[in-house]
């Protein structure tokens, strides 16, 4: 595929995560939440907790960022720290009631907010575009591997 072909793919796909990311980070600032705390709060909603491994792997956050995230969601009474009951080394994160009630209050008004932009879409333009979108993570995840097999 040429660079002329890629380029303005990769542009397109840039600027609609750039347009979806600061529309998004608008609106849950509005609830009085950081982006990675929002994504924390709604990992952790409906679970009984994750363990730090589990949410690093569910959430857009860099393990190094993590922490911290947790410690200020603590720190508000949003969040809180146990004994992983399978595996003392472990340690779990769950909601508390007051960051359950956070999670009902700003997840389903969230998703209503974002709503109309993808409805705007046709039904078979989304799943279309659903389809594709996977597509070219899994490819992007292959290039990925074979890079780390590399080193």
């Keep these: 595929m040429s660079k002329a072909i890629v380029v303005p793919v990769i542009r397109e796909l840039a600027r609609c995560y750039q347009a979806f990311q600061h529309a998004s980070d608008a609106h849950i600032r ?8 929002f994504d924390i709060v709604v990992t952790l909603g409906n679970t009984p907790g994750l363990s730090f491994k589990e949410l690093g792997s569910r959430t857009l956050i860099t393990k ?6 947790v410690d200020r969601l603590e720190a508000r009474g949003l969040v809180e720290r146990m004994n ?9 994160v ?10 009902r209050e700003v997840f389903e008004p969230h998703l209503a907010f974002l709503a109309p932009a993808f409805e705007s ?5 989304r799943k279309e575009l659903e389809k594709r979108l996977k597509q070219l993570r899994e490819a992007l995840e292959k290039r990925s591997d074979e ?5």
Excluded at 94 to 103: A, N, S, Y
């Design 94 to 103: 769950r909601l508390t009631p007051e960051g359950d009630r956070v999670f």
């Design 147 to 151: 890079l780390d097999k590399r080193d």
């Design 121 to 125: 879409m046709p039904e078979c333009g």
């Design 30 to 37: 509005r609830f009085g939440l950081t982006p990675p705390q």
């Design 64 to 69: 190094g960022t993590l922490t911290g995230v």
């Design 84 to 92: 992983c009951p399978e595996d003392g080394r472990s340690t779990l």
